[in-house]
Structures are given as C-alpha cells and as structure tokens.
C-alpha cells in the first residue's frame, strides 16, 4: 500500500507574533501566500522504519512521530521542492504532510483539523515556524486573523491569478528570530500596524505594499536581498517585491509571466499562486 499527500509552500509577507502558554494557541497573524511547489510526503509499507528525505534530515519527522505515540514499520519518503530554511514554511509542510499522509495510511480517523494541531505543535515544539500550517490549510494568498493551530485560529483565503517569482539567497535560522526578545518585540509592533491596515483591505497591491514595509521597518532584508528588492519594485511590469519572512530571499508578483522571463537573473525561478492547496493522492 502506498500514500501520499502534498502540502505547498508558504511565504509569509509580514507578520505578528503572538504569545500563549498553550502551544496550539501560540502563534502569529500576518499574511502570506500559497506556491504551487512544496512538500509531498509518501508513506508505504516496509518490515522497518525508513526515512527518505532528499533535503535537511529527520528532524521535523522524528518530532512529528514523538507527538504522534506511532511506533510502526513504514517509509517515509518527503520529496521538498523548496530551499529549506529560507522563509518557504517547508518545514510546515512536510510536518503537515506527514501527519495527513500517515491518517491515511493508518487509517487513523483524525479529523483534519488534528493533522494540523500535530503538526503545528511540531513546529511551535521546534521554534521552525508559527503561523505556516493554518495558513497552508487556506489557499492562495492567506490572511491570518487569529493565531494558533487549524480549527483555533482563524484564516481568510482569497484567489489571485497571478505569477510569483523568488530567488534565494540562503537560510535564516527562523527560531534564533522569533525567539529574541528585540526582533519580537520589533515584529509584533511593525506587524499589528500592516495587520490592521490589511484588514481593512485585503487587496493584492496593498499585501506588497505592506510585505515591503515591513521587511524594510523590522530591518530584517540584507543587502542583496533590500538591492534585488528594490530593482524588482523599479519595473512597471512586476506589481511589487518583498522579502519571504524568514529568509534570505526575495519575491516579486506580475499578471504577466513574461515580466520575468525578460530579466536576466541568475536563479529567479518563476511559479503561480498556488490557489488549489493540499492535495491527497
Ligand atoms: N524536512 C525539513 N523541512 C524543513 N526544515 C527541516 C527539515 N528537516 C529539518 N529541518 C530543519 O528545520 C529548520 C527549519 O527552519 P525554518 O527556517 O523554519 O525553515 P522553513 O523556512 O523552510 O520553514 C532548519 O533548521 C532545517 O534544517
Ligand atoms: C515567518 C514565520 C514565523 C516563519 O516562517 P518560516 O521561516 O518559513 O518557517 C512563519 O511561521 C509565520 O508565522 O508567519
């Protein structure tokens, strides 16, 4: 018998970090978006337990498994179509992909607002993310309204046909952040101001608008990332560019693919919003 499950990438725009003593409350809001590349995880049957993973290590599934209580002979094999580590939220997704794989497989029964509370817990557990398995429950760009796991916080999806194109620079190391006292507090403040602000209108143009202030006021970009960001936001053809919160990588929106395709940048790789989202096969 054999499974699997993909759940796409996100990249987080601006954000808010929200303190709770219970982990499945503790979270962020914020805004983001859905890639139509990201985490597959397949489990099949073995005589022992395998782990397959062509990026990073066991980490984030060994955690998945200790939450779970499971101590059964499978594979598992995660193919991560992403940088890990640079602000694509993979380490959600293939904690969020396992966790729904292995319900199918198990033929465990959990609804899948549970899936995602494992998951989230892992990555809370972890320090690798906070608001990325709710958001990769949404569809295409995702509004965070209330923080926490799937069915305790609260998520707001819109559609958008629209081309999306990053370029990585490398990692950040996301907990050394969101667990420093001054980036919190810096965050949560320049975040609550956009949140509110996007609330109010939640359009595409205002999402970059807010993503590129945010990143430039928490003076989180490095400087290749702030140089490509601002070339990208100088052209008519592309809506506007950011930094993927928490990484050290750029992204930019165009309706028009060719708005990239024209552009000489080494390692620009162009994708669509993703507006489809978790996909069981
Ligand atoms: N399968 C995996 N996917 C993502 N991260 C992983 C995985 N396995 C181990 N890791 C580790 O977990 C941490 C995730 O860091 P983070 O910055 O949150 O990544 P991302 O931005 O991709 O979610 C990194 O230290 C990475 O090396
Ligand atoms: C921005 C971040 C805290 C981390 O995102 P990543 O580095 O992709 O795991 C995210 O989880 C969020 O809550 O918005």
Redesign the pocket.
């Known amino acids: 018998m054999s499974n699997s499950v993909f759940v796409p990438g996100h990249i987080t725009g601006f954000f808010t970090i929200e303190n709770h003593e219970i982990s499945l409350k503790n979270g962020s809001c914020g805004a983001g978006f859905l890639l139509s590349k990201g985490?597959r995880t397949t489990i099949d049957d073995a005589d022992e337990l395998i782990i397959n993973?062509n990026?990073?290590?066991?980490?984030?599934?060994d955690e998945v498994l200790r939450i779970l209580e499971i101590d059964t002979n499978f594979k598992i094999t995660?193919d991560?179509q992403?940088?890990?580590?640079?602000?694509?939220?993979?380490?959600?997704?293939?904690a969020l992909s396992l966790s729904l794989a292995l319900n199918d497989f198990l033929d465990l029964n959990y609804p899948k607002e549970l899936c995602g509370q494992i998951a989230h817990m892992a990555e809370v557990n972890?320090g690798?993310?906070l608001g990325?398995v709710i958001a990769q429950t949404g569809h295409g760009m995702v509004l965070r309204v209330e923080p926490g796991a799937p069915g305790i916080g609260k998520i707001e999806s819109f559609e958008h046909d629209v081309y999306v194109a990053w370029k990585s620079f490398g990692?950040?190391?996301?907990?050394s952040i969101i667990r420093d006292p001054h980036h919190r507090e810096v965050i949560s403040d320049v975040g609550l101001k956009y949140l509110e602000f996007f609330e109010e209108k939640s359009s595409l143009r205002n999402f970059l608008d807010f993503s590129y202030k945010f990143s430039t006021e928490t003076n989180l970009m490095s400087g290749e990332v702030k140089s490509l960001v601002d070339y990208l936001n100088s052209r008519d053809d592309i809506l506007g560019s950011s930094m993927a919160m928490?990484?050290n990588t750029v992204f930019a929106f165009a309706y028009d693919k060719s708005a990239f395709e024209t552009l000489d940048i080494e390692g620009l790789h162009v994708d669509k919003l993703n507006n489809v989202g978790i996909v069981h096969d």
């Open positions: 985490v993973v990026q990073g290590d066991s980490t984030v599934i995660q991560i992403l940088p890990i580590g640079a602000g694509f939220g993979t380490s959600a997704a293939s972890l690798s993310g990325d990692g950040i190391d996301t907990s928490l990484g």
